[in-house]
């Protein structure tokens, strides 16, 4: 099974902050790897798929990048509705699909 | 709109079964795998169980192999997740998400709310 590893596991920011969450993958997944926002009792929202490809509707400050083994989430300018966990997921080699430990973004 | 609404969570004795349900409307759903996640409390996303879209493929994580079935019901627009055996660590929250294929790969475009699982004496 691919493990997907994240960084950090949690960190502290400011609205208007750049921000930089990293995921690294046990072993090549080309560029089959997703990103997500969670929020306590919401549906898990997609926003990056295919390392680089911004869902529809998502907001532009949102970005992704990477392929390989090594790929980036970052976040333009922190909003305040952004305050979340994100968690990475590959879909290169599946069963299992598997998801990153996640990254608790906090204020 | 595309909408996924689950339903038959509850609280369950360990051992015991339960039924999860998704209706799925604003989109063909039978042009499309579908999956369930769990996420157990304090923990992160755990992938559970795959369908092919006319259900003859089915994918399971190993620790619920034996132990869960997802089936469809294509005609009704409804993905399940039939639960038994269930453990304490099976507790969580449930979602459904449709699982979107393309050439360059799956991403889950479409989640659930949630359905909470709690297995306890």
Known sequence: DIQMTQSPSSLSASVGDRVTITCRASQTIRSNLNWYQVK???????????????????????????????FSLTISSLQPEDFA??????????????????TKVEI | EVQLVESGGGLVQPGGSLRLSCEASGFTFSDHWMSWVRQAPGKGLEWVASIQQDGSEKYYVDSVKGRFTISRDNAKNSLYLQMNSLRAEDTAVYYCARDFKTVAGSRFDYWGQETLVTVSS
Do not use: E, M
Request: hydrophobic share 25%; charged share 10%; glycine share 16%.
């Open chain 1, 85 to 102: 966990t994100y968690y990475c997921q590959q879909t290169y080699s599946t069963p299992p699909v598997t998801f990153g430990g996640g």
């Open chain 1, 40 to 70: 306590a009792g919401k549906a898990p929202k997609l926003l990056i798929y295919a390392a680089s490809n911004l869902q529809s509707g998502v907001p532009s400050r949102f970005s992704g990048s990477g392929s390989g083994t090594d």
